[in-house]
């Protein structure tokens, strides 16, 4: 008898928010086809709590759940492997171990990267924040500039995006007074995309930490003892507090197009964010981050059965872009596995809508300002309710139940 050859698997490459949800909700649905992740982490990273992994408020398990665990028992098998190459035209990749995998559908969930923007040395001179690796060196810096004490001692963060304004806060919290914080952000106004309400509380909270603001302000390189800054002479927002209640010292109003050397212990790269796609051949059509191009169905534009989603998707190609955030590549998700099914019985695919829940920003420790779904709220209560949220959209049941009963343990 000639054996009925298997089906190839729906392959997701890339583990993080969006792959993983898709691999999970995929799981859930009866008569699933067979799915294989391919991620090459040990742990899932609840990217939106780094800051309290940082702080300690959250422990690495919580934040940082096994692979393993989650997956066992979930109808997903897991490569722990890179792809390094795919070939669409013959519906297989490669990966970097060497193995090559065949697939029926795929799906890019690889994420994004920091994005450098070609500025010398940001790559070799200035920190990142998006792994377990980055918060290690962090605490690091923390212990030495606590231990260390120098007078005038400088921590810059570059990017006044919800990232660099919630690492900042955390680091004030953290380092006691002991080092001079700066926040650099080449446009006008920090949060720049975020409800008035968030940015203003962001304001206040910086204004409470002494971090100092500087607005309108450009890097043009970072060497091992500091910046070289370029005043842009962009406009504050309006409605935008004036900035010399946040940019505090007459050194820092200084005039459009006016160099700066900013000296600095230590400095934190936050400012952008690219797609970080392996190599594709025939090559997709890309945005200038390097997102690829999607339909509303979130198939890649131009390739069949191939799928894309999270900050590393460019979805819908005649509306305005999605946030690069968890809550998108997490919607996203549960409709990218509906659509797969659809795909695999041949049925027509269903257009992805976005709805927009709110948004909510930590300020500090046991700090946080929220707006959505009716409530707008700042100070502890925000922080608890931020908790929880985040609590729910942990990934599988099982991780909810251990870390809701771990953080009533600690509330006991
Ligand atoms: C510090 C920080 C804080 C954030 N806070 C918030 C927040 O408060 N709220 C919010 O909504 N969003 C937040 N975001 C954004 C949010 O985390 C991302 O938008 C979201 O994780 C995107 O999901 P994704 O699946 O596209 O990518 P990711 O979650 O980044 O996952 C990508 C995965 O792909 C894997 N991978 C990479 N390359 C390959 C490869 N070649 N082969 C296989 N696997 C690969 C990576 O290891 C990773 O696990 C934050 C981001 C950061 C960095």
């Not at 926040?183 to 409470?208: H, I, K, M, T």
């Not at 970072?222 to 507090?241: C, Y």
């Not at 594709?280 to 191009?293: F, L, M, N, T």
């Not at 990218?336 to 829940?357: C, I, T, Y």
Request: charged content about 20%; glycine content about 10%; aromatic content about 4%.
């Amino acid at each position: 008898m000639v054996p009925t050859p298997k089906p190839a698997p729906v392959v997701i490459a890339g583990g993080g928010f969006g792959g993983l949800t898709t691999a999970l909700a995929l799981a859930a649905h009866k008569q699933h086809p067979p799915i294989l992740l391919i991620e090459p982490q040990e742990r899932f990273l609840f990217l939106p709590l780094l800051y309290e992994l940082l702080s300690g408020e959250l422990r690495r398990w919580e934040v940082a759940p096994r692979y393993d665990a989650l997956l066992a028992g979930r109808g997903v098998a897991w490569l722990r492997d890179r792809v390094a190459h795919i070939d669409t035209a013959g519906h297989s990749l490669q990966t970097d171990s060497g193995r090559q995998v065949a697939y029926s559908r795929l799906v890019l969930a690889t994420g994004g990267r920091s994005d450098d923007f070609g500025i010398p040395g940001v790559a070799e001179h200035a920190l990142d924040f998006r792994s377990l690796a980055n918060v290690e060196r962090l605490h690091e810096l923390i212990q030495r500039l606590k231990q260390r004490q120098r007078p005038l001692q400088r921590l810059v963060v570059v990017g006044a995006g919800p990232s660099g304004v919630e690492l900042i806060c955390k680091l004030a919290d953290l380092l006691e007074g002991s080092t001079i914080l700066e926040l650099v952000e080449q446009g006008p106004e920090l949060l720049p995309n975020s409800r008035s309400f968030n940015r203003d509380q962001a304001r206040s909270a910086l204004l409470r930490r002494d971090i100092h603001l500087r607005t309108g302000t450009r890097v043009e390189g970072i060497d091992a003892t500091g910046l070289e800054l370029v005043r842009g002479g962009t406009a504050p927002m309006a409605g935008a507090a004036p900035m010399a209640s946040v940019e505090a010292s007459p050194a820092r109003q200084a005039l459009p197009g006016q160099r700066e050397r900013l000296p600095a212990d230590a400095v934190i790269w936050t400012a952008g964010m690219a797609a970080n796609l392996p190599p594709i051949s025939p090559a997709p059509e890309r945005d200038r981050r390097g997102r690829v191009v999607c339909q509303s169905d979130l198939q890649v534009t131009g390739l069949r059965d191939v799928f894309a989603l999270g900050d590393g998707a460019l979805c819908g190609e005649d509306q305005p872009p999605l946030p690069a955030t968890a809550q998108v590549a997490y919607q996203q998700a549960q409709q990218l596995a509906a659509n797969l099914m659809l795909s695999l019985a041949d049925q027509p695919l269903k257009p992805f809508q976005w709805n927009d829940l709110g948004e909510m920003v930590g300020l500090g420790i046991g700090q946080a300002s929220l707006t959505g779904l009716g409530i707008t709220l700042a100070g502890p209560a925000a922080f608890q309710i931020r908790q929880l949220a985040y609590l729910a959209r942990m990934p599988g049941l099982s991780h909810q139940l251990r870390v809701a009963a771990g953080w009533l343990a600690d509330w006991r």
